[in-house]
T-cell receptor, first 113, second 113 residues
Framework: KAGVTQTPRYLIKTRGQQVTLSCSPI?????VSWYQQTPGQGLQFLFE???????NKGNFPGRFSGRQFSNSRSEMNVSTLELGDSALYLC????????????FGPGTRLTVT | KQEVTQIPAALSVPEGENLVLNCSFT??????LQWFRQDPGKGLTSLLL?????REQTSGRLNASLDKSSGRSTLYIAASQPGDSATYLC????????????FGKGTHLIIQP
């Protein structure tokens, strides 16, 4: 069974631009969560989607948003990029929700210049 | 607010040794706890998931224990190998399973050949 895939793997953007990251969960998994990883803050929870509905959200500004499609694929959008948004963005999927084991993708490395 | 601490932050041991990684959390009302490993520049690989009602889980050379009342978990690695070199992350889930994972900063482990 294929693992969680994320595209693109690397991205360079300029301050003020917006970016969209994509995540395809493991086949059959309906829950997708997003995390931001930085050297200073470590791994922080962004939000979780289950059956196309956002179920939970971490403590991030409204510039960070996401959505989930009927095939469980998810996208994350960051608008008006700031230098501090440079991070590894990780997506995780699980069969039925957050309470179950999370399987992570390889991440998208975003650099904001 | 839940805080997860991992000690030590870094560890270097010769191949073949048994070792213990520690994780502590401030709020004992967790739903479950998950151990991951992360290789440089990569995503997270799930190692073990312990539900709040369980005391330990085992997978091969790995054994994770959970003492919810004292807010502690340990990851025991038997007969360490150079391939075990990675960063090990501990994460807890609260909110009846609905919240996102709260991660520790990790233990960077180096196994010397």
């Amino acid at each position: 069974k294929a693992g969680v895939t994320q595209t693109p793997r690397y991205l360079i953007k300029t301050r003020g631009q917006q970016v969209t990251l994509s995540c395809s969960p493991i086949s059959g998994h309906r829950s997708v969560s997003w995390y931001q990883q930085t050297p200073g803050q470590g791994l922080q929870f962004l939000f979780e989607y289950f059956s196309e509905t956002q179920r939970n959200k971490g403590n991030f500004p409204g510039r960070f948003s996401g959505r989930q499609f009927s095939n469980s694929r998810s996208e994350m959008n960051v608008s008006t990029l700031e230098l501090g948004d440079s991070a590894l963005y990780l997506c995780a999927s699980s069969p039925r929700g957050q309470a179950y084991e999370q399987y992570f993708g390889p991440g998208t490395r975003l650099t904001v210049t | 607010k839940q805080e997860v601490t991992q000690i030590p932050a870094a560890l270097s041991v010769p191949e073949g040794e048994n070792l213990v990684l520690n994780c502590s959390f401030t709020d004992s009302a967790i739903y479950n706890l998950q151990w991951f490993r992360q290789d440089p520049g990569k995503g997270l690989t799930s190692l073990l998931l312990i539900q709040s009602s369980q005391r330990e889980q085992t997978s091969g050379r790995l054994n994770a224990s959970l003492d919810k009342s004292s807010g502690r978990s340990t990851l025991y690695i038997a007969a360490s190998q150079p391939g075990d070199s990675a960063t090990y992350l501990c994460a807890v889930r609260e909110g009846g399973g609905a919240d996102g994972l709260t991660f520790g900063k990790g233990t960077h482990l180096i196994i010397q050949p």
